[in-house]
């Protein structure tokens, strides 16, 4: 059966609770842009970047796209992403530019050399890797190395149910990164799941450390080769994150958990030293 495409809500039928709720609620820097009855004018995003080195948005129009630049050699050549206007999908990219830069710029010089190496039709593990991440990518912060164990036999009931505490204590958790998760995050009881790399810290280590090692090793291919680095989670089975899943029943029929695919194995998680 085909799968329907997602279509976001329009703004003014966005139901205020979603963003009460992960992931949604950690955005809420932003709940100007959000929550606003308007939509952000593209000069209001500019004005939150935080240095000048970091490319601009700018609307995306026939103007724009006259010069013929694939989207990601827009940005390395001319420091300009394309946006498109009163658009959920476009603003949640902007939001993630404007939080992890870094990041956001690897991304982009890696895509750019797989474009030259591949030619614009055809797209590599690496490009597609890439893409995953910057589409419904999290980033998960591991300070029990135990929990993998759960994750990695995809024992969902257990991660999420009977670990419930490792979800609330710091043991285990989670950043968005990717800006489709959050337009998915718009529909109030959507089933999430996101494609995560995973760093194995102490809860001692700040989230801006794990960021910028990330955006480093993304940067120096040793992070993104291929899709199957990246591990799939149910996000709607941690604690907050869908209005179902303080019930245990939830944990033993929830559609988003899916069963381990016979011969898939996880890469190890990235060790980061405090």
Same mark, same amino acid.
């Given at each position: ?36 009855? !308007? ?53 949640? *990219? ?13 991304? *982009? ?22 893409? !995953? ?142």
């Amino acid at each position: 059966m085909k799968r329907q495409r997602y279509v976001a809500p329009a703004r003014e039928a966005v139901d205020p609770a979603v963003f009460a709720r992960p992931p949604l609620a950690d955005w809420s820097e932003y709940d100007a842009l959000l929550r606003g009855p !308007h939509w952000p004018a593209i000069d209001a995003l500019n004005a939150l970047r935080r240095d000048a080195s970091m490319p601009r948005f700018a609307a995306q129009d026939h103007t724009l796209l006259g010069d013929g630049l694939h989207y990601e050699q827009r940005i390395a050549d001319r420091g300009v992403i394309a946006t498109r206007e009163r658009n959920w999908h476009d603003l949640f *990219n902007a939001l993630a530019w404007l939080r992890y830069p870094a990041i956001k710029q690897a991304l *982009n010089r890696r895509q750019v050399e797989e474009v030259a190496r591949m030619g614009p039709r055809e797209r590599s593990r690496s490009q597609c890797a890439m893409t !995953h991440f910057d589409e419904a990518g999290v980033i998960v912060r591991v300070a029990d190395p135990s929990l993998l164990a759960r994750w990695d036999a995809h024992d969902w009931y257990g991660l999420f149910w009977r670990e419930r505490s490792a979800w609330q204590d710091g043991r285990i958790d989670v950043a968005v990164f990717g800006h489709a998760l959050l337009e998915h995050a718009l529909a109030p009881g959507k089933l999430l799941v996101g494609k995560a790399l995973v760093v194995a810290a102490d809860r001692a280590m700040a989230w801006e450390s794990i960021v910028a090692a990330l955006a480093e090793r993304i940067a120096s291919g040793e992070l993104l080769r291929d899709p199957l680095e990246l591990r799939p989670l149910p996000l709607s089975g941690i604690p907050g994150w869908h209005p179902d899943n303080g019930e245990e029943a939830f944990h033993h029929e929830a559609p988003c958990y899916q069963p381990l695919r016979a011969g898939r194995r996880y890469p190890a998680a990235l060790w980061l030293p405090v």
